[in-house]
């Protein structure tokens, strides 16, 4: 069968990698398929393009990114970095990452400096080489009677991230499927000193959001509104 439906997927080296799959009747949660080159659309049941990286571990891929010759498998628990710069079949298990997963696709984008992911313990950014808590020494995880000094993040509230290629913004609002009053709360590090920002100035309360999307024209944009009934705002960074 070469034939399959996808919970995630990225390009890299000419081909597309797919995540958490259905397929011959069955759903593989951790299982990651390969295309051959410049075909997108096929993905063949069979090795060397099944691709195992941690079988039968009791989770499920939940994004895929790609940098600079390696696959990072997001699992809910887990960060798995796989090496693909050899030919199909060749790849291998680099460095896996526990405490490192996200539970929700919203909680990665890629940067001009590597792929960044926000979860309860930080935020983070592999460059490449390492991976790097943007967060250490700069915020806590959770501080409910503070907040300006912490992320506060609840992975079940769905947190989203986003870059801006521009201002070189890396965005994170804590919580997009939740309306009450720290609803509009949002951080933005600064990659050009480092520096992190605390905000409440880019929704308004009440408000349920989407994922944020790097636009064409280097903006940084996503739809915001009270209900599904209603036709969202549009808000840009």
Same mark, same amino acid.
């Given at each position: 069968?070469?034939?399959?439906?996808?919970?995630?997927?990225?390009?890299?080296?000419?081909?597309?990698?797919?995540? +958490?799959?259905?397929?011959?009747?069955?759903? @593989? /949660? !951790?299982?990651? $398929?390969?295309?051959?080159?410049?075909?997108?659309? #096929? &993905?063949?049941?069979?090795?060397? +393009?099944?691709?195992?990286?941690?079988?039968? @571990? /009791? !989770?499920?891929? $939940?994004?895929?990114?790609?940098?600079?010759?390696? #696959? &990072?498998?997001?699992?809910?628990?887990?960060?798995?970095?796989?090496?693909?710069?050899?030919?199909?079949?060749?790849?291998?298990?680099?460095?896996?990452?526990?405490?490192?997963?996200?539970?929700?696709?919203?909680?990665?984008?890629?940067?001009?400096?590597?792929?960044?992911?926000?979860?309860?313990?930080?935020?983070?950014?592999?460059?490449?080489?390492?991976?790097?808590?943007?967060?250490?020494?700069?915020?806590?995880?959770?501080?409910?009677?503070?907040?300006?000094?912490?992320?506060?993040?609840?992975?079940?509230?769905?947190?989203?991230?986003?870059?801006?290629?521009?201002?070189?913004?890396?965005?994170?609002?804590?919580?997009?499927?939740?309306?009450?009053?720290?609803?509009?709360?949002?951080?933005?590090?600064?990659?050009?000193?480092?520096?992190?920002?605390?905000?409440?100035?880019?929704?308004?309360?009440?408000?349920?959001?989407?994922?944020?999307?790097?636009?064409?024209?280097?903006?940084?944009?996503?739809?915001?509104?009270?209900?599904?009934?209603?036709?969202?705002?549009?808000?840009?960074?």
């Amino acid at each position: 069968n070469t034939h399959a439906r996808y919970k995630t997927a990225v390009v890299a080296g000419n081909r597309l990698y797919a995540g +958490n799959i259905f397929q011959s009747g069955k759903i @593989d /949660g !951790d299982r990651m $398929i390969a295309s051959p080159v410049h075909k997108y659309d #096929i &993905l063949p049941e069979i090795e060397p +393009n099944v691709i195992r990286v941690s079988a039968g @571990d /009791g !989770d499920e891929i $939940i994004k895929l990114e790609a940098y600079a010759d390696r #696959i &990072l498998q997001f699992k809910k628990r887990t960060l798995y970095i796989v090496n693909i710069s050899g030919p199909l079949g060749d790849e291998f298990l680099e460095s896996q990452h526990k405490n490192m997963g996200v539970e929700n696709p919203s909680q990665t984008c890629m940067t001009e400096y590597g792929v960044a992911w926000v979860n309860a313990h930080g935020v983070f950014l592999y460059d490449g080489q390492n991976i790097i808590d943007l967060t250490l020494n700069k915020l806590q995880s959770t501080n409910t009677t503070d907040r300006p000094r912490a992320l506060n993040i609840t992975e079940s509230n769905i947190p989203i991230i986003g870059y801006h290629p521009d201002n070189k913004w890396l965005v994170i609002h804590p919580q997009s499927t939740i309306t009450d009053a720290n609803d509009v709360e949002a951080w933005i590090h600064d990659f050009k000193n480092g520096s992190w920002t605390y905000t409440q100035e880019f929704t308004t309360t009440d408000d349920y959001k989407s994922n944020m999307i790097w636009t064409s024209d280097n903006n940084l944009v996503f739809a915001a509104g009270t209900n599904s009934s209603n036709t969202p705002d549009f808000f840009k960074y």
